[in-house]
C-alpha cells in the first residue's frame, strides 16, 4: 500500500523504480485507487522486473509482496 500522504511515499516509489528499472518511461500512482500503472519499453524491462522492483522499494506489485527489509525503510505512515 501505498498513502502518498507524506512528502516522500511517491517520490520514494518513483525514484527507486526508475533508478533501478531504465526501460520505464511513465510512472502514475493513483492513491485512491491504490494502484501504479508503468509504461515501459518491452526491449529493455518486463512486468516481472517492474514488480520485483517495486517490492524492492518496499510495497506489494499485485501478487507479489514486498520484503520485510524493504518495507522496514519506508516512513512511518507507509507502513499502515
Known sequence: ????QC???GAHIN????????GIS???????ANT??????PAKTSPEKIREDINAAGYDADDKK???????????CCKK
Do not use: F, Q
Open 26 to 32: 511513465k510512472l502514475s500512482i493513483d492513491p485512491k
Open 15 to 22: 525514484d527507486h523504480v526508475r533508478e533501478n528499472n531504465k
Open 66 to 76: 514486498a520484503t520485510a527489509e524493504a518495507v522496514g525503510k519506508l516512513d512511518g
Open 36 to 41: 501504479i500503472s508503468v509504461t515501459y519499453d
Open 1 to 4: 500500500s501505498h498513502c502518498l
Open 7 to 9: 512528502g516522500s511515499c
